[in-house]
């Protein structure tokens, strides 16, 4: 017979038992039960229903080479799930969905080279170590949003077929898509990149979003393709970015973008770009770009180099929140560049075109001669005239005082500003006559045909209009020296009178 005292000890003794076969554990002020990970591997490989976790603690590695895994058939959706360990999944075959949704992952997560034939989530979850999915192949939508990966992160070579959503994904070091495949519409709105963001060699087939984005270091998309639309509005980097060699066969858009540092996209193709209100704090360089449109009513602080681009319509007008598209001490390089239609004003260039290999002004002759064009196509003449000026003066000034070109320059612009202005012309022949008609009364050489009179100024004066312009006989001669003196007079009266009829001719036609 059982005694009673027995009989309450066995009582007792069960619910305890009960408790040890769900044992469970405190993160956080939360209660997680615990899971050991080899219950979770033999799930994982031989269960054909769907999995679900939730508020769970797995302990222990979750190592699938060694528990021979290869394909796991049942769908998998865990919630609040804490690993403590490090999840390695590599190579594993996942034909149902994975759904994961505010999971952390304290030993970080590896599935390289895995295939995922179904939709895939780690929505709103965390990695405190690295997170690799190098490799990768998903097979249908991905998503990893609202994610903190503190990590390094990897997604090298992955293949999204479907939709990629990182919308506010945080990224606290590196993260490389460096070869990686978006089929679908790849989302990337408010991400953000604590360190090197690297998309070298990426591409998009479908549309693209970095909306948003934060790059805090170096953002590099070299050679990256986007056959799709990308936006890129608002966003912001703190570090270098470089597109150089990228393709965009879509719309491209970089409205309002900041860049804090240098921006290169040197070589890149686009078919139409928009820039507009973009703040380019440091050197841009566009050099060998091929465009069909580019907009860029933007700020450029320091440089914008165009040189060797090849341009449909190039817009470097500024935005409608500045006064103008460069600052004071900006420079614009066009060498070689190629433009069908340019529009710009004269007063937003001006004092900016520069070459940056070289000190001679035949290199930046082209260049002015190309804007003077686009302005005369377009009917702004005044522009044009301007340009043609500022083309001069820097001639003249980087020519030798020793060179005879430079003093020709020096008259040429003393007596009419380079043949612009008929008014300032006729200025310097009055004051060259005028100067001429005090050499003739400062000179005892001016004799009078009746006589032995002395000449007065007013005299001296018509003596000079009369050898300037070379008209009727006049009562006054030049006598000795003082001959040649009228003679060169002569010349230049000629010389002068031609060049303010060209003048003319050249304003009324």
């Known amino acids: ?8 000890c066995c009582l007792l003794l069960i619910p305890f038992g009960a408790r040890a076969e769900r044992a469970d554990t405190t993160i956080a002020d939360q209660t997680y039960a615990l899971l050991p990970a ?29 528990a021979g895994i290869d394909t796991v058939r049942a769908s998998f959706h865990f919630d609040d799930v804490f690993f403590f360990d490090e999840v390695t999944l590599n190579n594993v075959v996942f034909l149902a969905p994975v759904q994961g949704e505010r999971a952390t992952f304290a030993g970080g997560l590896s599935l390289i080279n895995a295939h995922f034939h179904s939709a895939f989530g780690l929505r709103a979850s965390r990695s405190d170590k690295h ?14 949003a609202d994610g903190d990966f503190a990590g390094p992160n990897s997604f090298i070579n992955a293949r999204f077929a479907g939709a990629a959503r990182f919308a506010r994904t945080h990224f606290a070091t590196a993260a490389y898509f460096e070869g990686t495949h978006f089929a679908g519409q ?10 090197v963001a690297s998309f070298k060699d990426a591409r998009w087939n479908g549309p693209a979003s970095f909306a948003g984005a934060r790059f805090a270091e170096r953002a590099l998309f070299w050679r990256t393709q986007f056959l799709g639309a990308v936006d890129f509005a608002a966003a912001r980097a703190d570090g270098e ?5 990228a393709t965009f066969a879509g719309q491209a858009h970089f409205a309002d973008f900041t860049f804090a540092q240098a921006a290169h996209f040197a070589n890149a193709t686009f078919a139409r770009a928009d820039f507009g209100g973009s703040y380019f704090r440091k050197e841009a360089d566009f050099s060998g770009v091929q465009a069909q449109t580019l907009r860029f009513n933007a700020f450029f602080n320091r440089s914008l180099d165009l040189r060797r681009a090849a341009i449909g319509t190039l817009d470097l007008h500024p935005s409608t929140q500045a006064d103008s598209t460069f600052a004071a001490s900006a420079q614009l390089y066009l060498q ?14 001006r004092h900016r075109l520069a070459t940056a290999d070289s000190v001679s002004f035949a290199t930046l002759a082209p260049a002015y001669n190309s804007l003077r064009h686009h302005f005369l196509v377009q009917g702004l003449k005044d522009d044009a005239v301007a340009c043609e000026i500022e083309r001069l003066d820097r001639q003249r000034r980087a020519l030798s005082w020793a060179a005879p070109q430079r003093w020709a320059l020096e008259l040429w612009n003393l007596c009419s500003r380079y043949g612009t202005s008929p008014l300032q012309l006729v200025l310097c022949i009055l004051g060259s006559i005028l100067l001429w008609a005090l050499i003739y009364r400062l000179v005892p050489s001016l004799q009078s045909a009746n006589g032995d009179e002395h000449p007065t100024f007013a005299d001296c004066i018509g003596f000079s209009i009369h050898a300037f312009t070379r008209t009727d006989p006049y009562p006054w001669y030049a006598t000795g020296k003082l001959k040649l003196l009228a003679t060169f007079q002569t010349l230049l009266g000629w010389a002068s009178i031609g060049l303010l009829l060209a003048v003319i001719l050249a304003h009324l036609l």
């Open 1 to 8: 017979m059982v005694s009673p005292l027995w009989a309450l």
């Open 38 to 66: 080899a219950d979770l591997l033999s799930r994982l490989q031989r269960a054909k229903e769907p999995i679900h976790l939730r508020a769970t603690a797995v302990v222990g590695p979750l190592y699938a080479p060694t």
């Open 131 to 144: 997170l690799n999915f190098k490799q990768a192949v998903f097979g249908a939508d991905a998503d990893f």
């Open 186 to 195: 790849a989302d990337f709105t408010d991400a953000r990149f604590t360190g």
């Open 241 to 245: 970015v470089s597109f150089n060699r």
């Open 336 to 349: 070689q560049a190629y433009f069908d239609r340019l529009r710009v004003r004269w007063a937003h260039v």
